[in-house]
């Protein structure tokens, strides 16, 4: 009788599967934040050059008017104190999503060596039952083998019995 293979570490591989896969949409969710945090920070870049071109457009003009200069410059300076928050907020992003990845890494051979675990041990398991179907079917054979000695045996006394009505057995 065939035994049914059971891998012994199946509960531990269905925990490390559900970690890995939790792992990676934590990643994936911390990489999406640290994108978002990317696209502030380009939109605040492109923001700080309009502001850049727009003073340097007023300082180039015939009719200069210091109170559009200082409203320029006032806003070029909220913009770079933007600009540094939207920094640290993308590099805070950028390593937690990274941190996450190496997470989700961890996780992941983790799993794959219980996966290539199991693999093992289905592939012994398979030897086993090879083995079992051989030694059966060794065994039949020896079964088969000795019963036709035994059938040539009985066959060949037969052949030496004469056969009639005046022989005597």
């Known amino acids: 009788m065939k035994k049914r293979f059971q891998f012994s570490l199946e509960r531990l591989q269905n925990v490390r599967n559900a970690q890995e896969r939790i792992a990676r949409a934590e990643w994936a969710a911390a990489a999406a934040i640290a994108g978002e945090a990317h696209r502030r920070l380009e939109a605040t870049r492109a923001e700080l050059a309009e502001a850049r071109n ?25 913009i770079l104190l933007r600009l540094r928050k939207r920094r640290e907020e993308h590099i805070s992003a950028e390593s937690h999503a990274r941190e996450l990845q190496l997470a989700w890494s961890v996780r992941s051979g983790e799993h794959k060596a ?34 036709s000695r035994s059938a040539e045996k009985y066959s060949s006394q037969e052949r030496q019995m004469p056969i009639g009505p005046d022989s005597t057995p």
């Open 54 to 78: 727009q003073s340097l457009n007023l300082r180039s003009s015939k009719h200069l008017d210091a109170a559009e200069l200082m409203a320029g410059e006032k806003l070029i300076h909220h």
């Open 114 to 147: 219980l996966i290539k675990l199991e693999e093992n041990a289905r592939d012994s398991h398979r030897k086993e039952l090879q083995k079992l179907e051989n030694a059966e079917l060794d065994e039949i054979s020896g079964v088969r083998w000795a019963s």
